[in-house]
């Protein structure tokens, strides 16, 4: 039982196992800093000609050349990522927007390091990711709560797991439990919550192991448009005060341009970057702010003709058989 739980725990915030295929054979990345100097003798000589110092990567996450397929039963190999080239940097909120199967999930499984790309590097901090870390937590839409613990112990478990005292670890919990406003609540049951609030307690409960960086993939889509609108003011002030890089996959267009600096547009099959929009529409937004509307109805034009090319592939499939 205790397997399972920790699993499942695992799994919610970016665990799991490493399916090993190629790992990256040059990541082209600068080495340790090199010695500007020895010592013989005592006496400190310079090496010459002196390295000029690298500026500091800004970049948080960077991919690189990544290509992802996967083995049908056939033999056939289904490509689901190709040619993904991007850097996003340190604290930067990223949106994903794409047809249904065109690789935003698969993407996100690259980050959080649950697979790893056919071909190509994919680099967090400049380390290349060969497995999951608790410096990176991917959010699911099914929150991997546990209904026979109650809220703050939700929040806890992962600090209990990593064997941290307990009074710091409630103390912790009790933080991230007032950031997103459900003190009140740190003694009820999951069963005893709304579908916000749920949401809110993984997302405590992922800051708890305070990652620099956030998955989210799809994670409000199950909920009504009232408390949507909540989360997204609640998510924007969260990343303000803690500022993780956030990589945030959603359908929802709208909410792309209300929450991200970038949105990235992804074509259908294989997923490729199509287009990235800069949105520089002044903080805070919200979905119905008229500029937000109308770079939506643009980027949702050019998402539209990606979902055309998705319908006409299966139904053309369908028309085979
Ligand atoms: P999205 O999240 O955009 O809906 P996914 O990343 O889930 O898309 O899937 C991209 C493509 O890769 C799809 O065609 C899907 O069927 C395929 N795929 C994803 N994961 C696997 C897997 N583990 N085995 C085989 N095919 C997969």
Redesign the pocket.
């Known amino acids: 039982m205790t397997n399972y739980v920790i699993d499942l725990f695992s799994r919610s915030i970016g665990g799991g196992r490493v399916r090993p295929e190629n790992p990256c054979e040059d990541d082209g990345l600068p080495g340790p800093p090199k010695a500007k100097a020895v010592k013989r003798a005592g006496v400190e000589i310079p090496l010459e000609p002196a390295a000029p110092d690298r500026p500091a990567r800004k970049e948080s996450i960077s991919l690189s050349g990544v290509f992802r397929s996967?083995a049908n039963s056939n033999g056939s190999r289904?490509p689901?990522l190709q040619n993904i080239d991007l850097e996003i940097e340190q604290g930067e909120f990223v949106c994903i927007v794409?047809p249904?199967?065109?690789?935003?999930?698969?993407l996100l499984h690259l980050l959080a390091g649950l697979d790893r790309p056919t071909t190509g590097c994919v680099t967090v901090d400049g380390a290349i990711v060969t497995g999951p870390g608790t410096d990176r937590i991917l959010l699911f839409q099914e929150l991997g709560l546990f209904p026979w613990l109650t809220v703050r112990q939700n929040v806890e478990f992962g600090m209990k797991m990593s064997g941290m005292p307990r009074q710091e670890r409630t103390d912790r919990a009790r933080f991230f439990l007032r950031m997103v406003h459900l003190s009140h609540f740190e003694d009820h049951y999951i069963h005893q919550l709304s579908g916000g609030m749920k949401q809110r307690v993984a997302l405590a409960r992922s800051l708890t192991l305070k990652p620099k960086i956030l998955l989210m993939d799809e994670p409000f889509a199950a909920l009504d448009a009232q408390t949507r609108d909540l989360l997204h003011d609640e998510l924007e002030r969260v990343w303000k005060e803690t500022s993780p890089t956030i990589v945030f996959?959603t359908h929802n267009v709208r909410e792309a341009v209300r929450l991200g600096d970038r949105v990235l547009l992804m074509s259908f099959?294989p997923?490729r970057i199509k287009k990235e929009f800069e949105i520089d529409l002044q903080r805070p937004r919200h979905v119905e702010d008229s500029d937000v509307a109308q770079l939506s109805k643009e980027i949702l034009g050019q998402l539209r003709e990606e979902i055309d090319r998705s319908f006409n592939a299966e139904y053309s499939r369908e028309e085979k058989r």
């Open positions: 996967y289904t689901a794409g249904s199967g065109c690789g935003k999930s698969t996959v099959r997923g």
